[in-house]
Each structure stands twice: as C-alpha cells, then as structure tokens.
C-alpha cells in the first residue's frame, strides 16, 4: 500500500506548475499531498512492524526496483492529462474499494491507516471520475485521447485482482464490485471498455517492474544516495 | 517585487485642487482610508495600474511554482516533499486569488494569461533563476518569500478592496512559507560539510537577486508617487529593501552563513547597515528577456497552456452539453 502511494503521488507531483489549468495545479498537488501523506503512514507501519531500526524515509529512498512492491499501473508515466487521469482513476477505483475492505482490519494499526485514507480516495475518486466523465464526454478529441488512455492502460488493471499470501484480503473477490464501478462510469463517459483482458504482472511481486520506475527512484532517491551521512 | 517597474500614468501626482469633482472625491477617499471596491468610479489610470500590477504578482506566483517544482521529484524525505508540495500547491492559490482580484478590475483570467504568455505582461525577475540545490528550496523560502513578505505585508493595507483581502490571505501563507525556507537552511548549515556548502552557495547566488526584487531606486519616479498617491503602493523600493537586509543579516549569521557582500557594515547613524547595490546592469538584462532561466520558464508555460488546450475544451465541450441537456429537460 506504502509503494502504491509513493509511486502514484510521486508520479502526480510531476505535473506541479504545469497542468492545463489552474485548478488542476491545485487538485494534482493535493492529491500528490494526500498520497505521500498516506505513504508516510503505511511505510512507517511496515518500518516499525520490520523492527530493524529503518524507518518511512528508509525504505522509500533506500530500496531498489526489485524491493517495490506497487503496482505496475502507477509507475506507468504521465504522458499526457488523459493518460494521468485514467490512470489516476483506475487506481482510485480499487484503492477505495480496498481501502474499504482494510478497514474491517483485525489489526487496529491497518484498519485506522485505511479509514483515515478511504475519506481522501473517495474525495480522489469522485474526482477523477468526473474528469474522466468530462473528457470522454467532452470534444473529439479529448474523447479519443482519454479512449486512448483507457486502451493503454487496461493491461495494467488485471494486476490490482491477482490475490498472493501476502494479502489479508482476498483481492480478487472486489473485481465484480470494480467493474461495475468503472463500466459506469466509462459508459457514461461514452469510452469503451477494451474486450481484452491479457494483463502484465510483477509490479505486485517485485519480480518485473517495468523500465519506468528504476528511472522514477533514481531521481526520487538521488540526495539520500548522494550524500548518505547528511540529515534533511 | 512581485510586480516590478509597473508603470502608471507617468504624468506625475495631481494636487486635489487641480482634480475634476469626481476624481477629487476618490482622491479624498483614499487619503481618509477608505477601501475602493469593484462597483466604485475609479480614475482610468488606476484601474489600469492595478490591473498590471495585480495581475504581475499574480503571473509570478504561476512561474514562481517552477523553481520550486524543480525539487519536488527530488526532495530528500517525505516530510520535505509533503511540504514542499503544499507550499507549490499554495502558490497556485495565489495566483488564483489574484486573477480573481483582477478579474473585478474587467479582465479575465484568460486574456492576463495570454499576456503572460506572449510576453506583453512580465513576472518577478527572481523566477528566472535558477535552482540548482536543494540548498535552494531552502533560500527561496527564507529570501524570496520573506522579501515577498516585506512588500505584501503593507499592501494588506492597500487602497483596493479585493486587492487588500487577497493579500492578507497570502501573508498568511507566505511566513509559513518563510519559516520552512529558513528550517531547511538552518538543517543545511548545521550539516555534513557538503550541506553547509550547498547552504552557503545558495546564498551567494540568491542574495544579490532577492535584493533586486524590490526593483531599482524609485526616489525620483513618477509612476511610484502615482501609484503612493494611490495606496496601491505603500513603501519606496529602498526603503523595502533596507528593511529586508537588517533583517536577513542577523539571521544569516544566525545561520553561520556569510551575505556575499564585502562592503556590508552596521550603519549605527540610520540604524541599519550599509551594502552595496545588487547588479543593475544583470537586473535590466534579466527584464529584457536574458535571465538564465527566462526561456525555459516561458517554454514550460506556453507548453503547459499548449498542451492544456484539449483538455480546457473538453471540459467547456461537456459542460455545455450538460447545460443544454438541463434546458431540454426544464
Ligand atoms: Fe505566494
Ligand atoms: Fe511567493
Ligand atoms: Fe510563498
């Protein structure tokens, strides 16, 4: 979850002062804001559950690629808002619902990180659905570019239902209650859902992320590397 | 400052008794305090003033987010990175406030934009340098916002109303703003060795504009006497600038950091120190479009609104959709 969040809003702070309008400068940073805000929080579970004296900074600026654990869609790059967007709300899509599930967690640490989260990613998902609804709805050509979007990225959706014995919930079984989220949303954005359903994995895994996210943590992590004595 | 040379009617200030009825009441308002609002008569050359001084300051918190996003992929904790982007994302909102004060002056947002854009309109000079550390993020937020804080603190008192609300909810912002520049200096300058470098090389290299963004002496201009005449203008260039440096100093030396100035003396007659004049020749080329930094900043911008364009129509395309639709069913 700390990965998914990292990544996602690592990925969204890359449009800091150069979005097509000003209010989406402002929407992308404070949904970057939230995420990184959420990674502080999972990371700092995950540091402290380690128990090896590493604590949030640790693992998001001293792990390599094999070490991630995201999802393969979130280090997909922005390429254009379309893209962004899309992506932003395929992931929102099964964030909240795994946020939701997370949140009936046995164990109180997971269950007040996911419920502190869920009210952010049901305010993100509200919003990039509208988007998503605007844009496909909108022009001819913003129709065709967030259809674009839709059709580069669908091969990255199978990867957020594939359940291992890593997860504490059974992942796989929120695809039903997906799908009829994102058909009704991308129906009434007139965008057709690609018949498709190949998916890539290893993002999950860590064992094949793509050539994207070593380029993303080489930057992210560049001042920690450099300069590994130094405080910040 | 934010807005910089801006120009007025250049006539020089008219005595009251030399003013038609209508201006002579207006005058008569602002020199009692009052508050000018959007719905208020107004001389031409105060509407225009305002317009290209707010909507300069607004521009310069747009291009002002580039320096800082430079960091924002690279800034070295989360913490930083959390505050870094919600100090980007407050920058946003002033612009927004601002072509919102402006917009009440009968401009749009979208025409200042163009303005900005084919470079009829300037920002702050300070945007066009550029940020080469993550010392930077730390000399932005001490020195730019605090000589941000220096001008917009008295124009919470200037004499347009929409102006003096937008301002005093930026002030707010920008100390915050202030004080985390200095909390990154002040980790800097008591770091490794390499930080303290980057600290003190930050400083050399800001210093010098960060003086320059209070503009040249105005003593003896017009346009400025106008615009005090006005209130749209509340202190004289030099006498900003002498407020900033007998603040900065002490607290650069505070820091253990050195102002890159040789001729910098405490002054114990006007009780504050002496320093030399930034580079003017450097300031005028940087105005002129020769800023280091000054064609990828206009590039990033026209690129954005560019690239934007689709996105803009989509959304005004599915908007009137849904409003006719609304019609239809009424
Ligand atoms: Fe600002
Ligand atoms: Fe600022
Ligand atoms: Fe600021």
């Known amino acids: 979850m700390g990965d998914n969040s990292l990544v996602l809003g690592h990925r969204v702070s890359e449009w800091c002062g150069v979005a097509p309008v000003l209010e989406e400068d402002i929407a992308l940073a404070n949904t970057a804001l939230d995420l990184i805000g959420q990674t502080q929080l999972w990371l700092g579970l995950a540091a402290e559950c380690e128990d090896k004296g590493r604590d949030a900074d640790a693992l998001a600026f001293h792990r390599d690629v094999w070490d991630f654990r995201n999802l393969l869609l979130v280090e997909q790059p922005n390429r254009d808002f379309g893209h962004t967007m899309m992506r932003q709300f395929l992931f929102d899509a099964w964030h909240s619902l795994v946020l939701a599930a997370l949140k009936s967690s046995e164990n109180s640490d997971i269950a007040a990180i996911a419920e502190k989260s869920l009210k952010e990613v049901t305010y993100h998902l509200e919003r990039s659905s509208d988007t998503v609804i605007a844009l496909g709805d909108g022009t001819e050509e913003s129709h065709k570019r967030m259809q674009a979007g839709l059709d580069r990225l669908w091969p990255y959706v199978g990867e957020m239902f594939l359940t291992d014995e890593h997860d504490l919930i059974d992942v796989t079984a929120l695809r039903p209650a997906f799908d009829e989220l994102t058909n009704d949303v991308l129906d009434t954005a007139t965008l057709s859902i690609p018949t498709d359903n190949f998916t890539h994995k290893g993002g999950k895994t860590g064992a094949r992320h793509t050539e994207h996210l070593g380029h993303m943590i080489a930057t992210m992590q560049f001042l920690p590397r450099a300069y590994p004595d130094a405080k910040w | ?93 002033h612009g927004l406030y601002l072509y919102c004060a402006a917009e009440t002056l009968g401009v749009t947002r979208d025409e200042l934009t163009e303005m900005l854009l084919d470079g009829r309109m300037k920002y702050s000079s300070i945007f066009n340098y550029p940020t080469l550390t993550w010392a930077d993020m730390g000399a932005v937020g001490w ?188």
């Open chain 2, 1 to 93: 400052m934010y807005a910089q040379m801006v120009k007025s009617t250049g006539t020089g200030v008219k005595a009251l008794d030399e003013m038609e009825p209508q201006e002579r009441a207006f005058q008569e308002r602002i020199n009692a305090g009052d508050k000018i609002e959007p719905k208020d008569w107004m001389p031409a050359g105060y509407r225009k003033n305002l317009i290209r001084q707010i909507g300069q300051h607004a521009h310069s918190e747009i291009v002002g987010q580039l320096p800082e996003g430079n960091w924002i992929t690279r800034a070295p904790t989360l913490e930083r990175k959390a505050i870094l982007l919600a100090k980007v994302q407050d920058e946003a909102g």
């Open chain 2, 143 to 330: 020195l730019v916002d605090g000589a941000a804080i220096m001008n917009q603190v008295p124009l919470q008192r200037t004499s347009y109303g929409p102006y003096a609300r937008a301002m005093v909810r930026i002030c707010k912002e920008e100390s915050f703003h202030q004080r985390q520049g200095f909390d990154i200096m002040m980790t800097m300058a008591k770091g490794t060795d390499a930080q303290k470098h980057m600290a003190q090389d930050a400083l050399n290299r800001f210093w010098g504009p960060s003086l320059m963004m209070f503009g040249p002496s105005d003593e003896n201009s017009v346009h400025s006497a106008q615009s005090m005449a006005w209130k749209i203008k509340m202190n004289s260039n030099d006498e900003l600038r002498q407020k900033f440096v007998d603040q900065t100093v002490s607290q650069a030396e505070y820091l253990g950091l050195t102002v890159p100035d040789e001729n910098l003396k405490w002054n114990e007659k006007k009780g504050g120190y002496d320093f030399s004049q930034p580079d003017w020749d450097e300031f005028f080329d940087v105005l002129r479009g020769n800023g280091p930094e000054t064609t990828e900043r206009m590039e990033a911008r026209n690129k954005a609104w560019d690239d934007g364009a689709w996105v803009r129509d989509g959304m005004m395309a599915h908007a009137a959709k849904k409003k006719a639709m609304k019609v239809a069913a009424e």
